[in-house]
């Protein structure tokens, strides 16, 4: 849940999230078809609270988690429960802003939700005590690094990476932006993208969602088990 791009297309868009973890937390389930509160998704589900920091809906929208909010903060548990299962909560709902911005959040760990709903992009985050809704260029591309682990400097430097990248090509397939995510850097393995403190955290994952010309698929690559599972909705989305 710790790096995480959004792309447009002129025919819809990409979301990508590297998710780094501690080497003591369960490895994630892979993405499979499911519901929740009866919209159906497709997300990888995370083995320890059952909750996701990634998922796409059958509408075509989607929805991606970043631990921390604008800076790090200083956990205070016990919390009420995981934020990845807030993240099922606010992407069931038929309006997932609105979901946000009515979800009781009281002792919920900080953290910061991008958003593609109805074409339109959305940063919403939660502090510990506040929360903050902004809506984003759509036609824009974006980065975002967890404040948890990256500090300004390094977040501004990956922006840098991500801005470079996207001068040297001009229209990213999926097998281009996996390969930015899985192999920018500058040789610290504490801050590239695919980065490894120690073996204590790491990257174990890349998942990428794109929904392009109406047709709706999330690709996940676990890093740990070298394995690539793709897995798309059979219906193909219908824009009015």
Not at 124 to 138: A, E, M, P, V, Y
């Amino acid at each position: 849940m710790c790096t995480v791009t959004y792309i447009p297309s002129a025919k819809g868009f990409y979301l990508t999230s590297n998710r780094d973890e501690r080497h003591t937390r369960m490895p994630a389930l892979m993405p499979a078809v499911d519901k929740a509160h009866g919209i159906k998704l497709i997300y990888p589900k995370d083995a320890t609270a059952s909750g996701t920091w990634i998922a796409l809906k059958e509408t075509g929208d989607a929805i991606c988690l970043l631990n921390g909010a604008f800076e790090a903060h200083v956990p205070q548990p016990p919390y009420s429960r995981s934020r990845g299962l807030v993240v099922l909560d606010i992407v069931s709902q038929s309006n997932m802003t609105d979901g946000f911005n009515n979800a009781d959040l009281y002792k919920i760990e900080p953290f910061t939700l991008v958003i593609v709903e109805q074409q339109k992009l959305y940063e919403c985050r939660w502090d510990g005590s506040q929360k903050f809704f902004l809506q984003l260029n759509g036609n824009q591309s974006h980065i975002w690094s967890s404040s948890t682990l990256y500090p300004l400097a390094t977040r501004l430097r990956r922006k840098q990476w991500f801005d470079v990248w996207q001068t040297s090509i001009q229209y990213p397939s999926p097998t281009d932006i996996f390969s930015f995510h899985l192999q920018t850097g500058d040789g610290d393995p504490h801050n590239d993208l695919v980065m490894n403190r120690g073996n204590e955290t790491f990257t174990v994952s890349v998942t990428g969602i794109s929904v392009i010309d109406g047709n709706m698929n999330m690709q996940y690559f676990d890093l740990l088990k070298n394995e690539i599972t793709n897995i798309a909705f059979d219906n193909k989305l219908q824009r009015c």
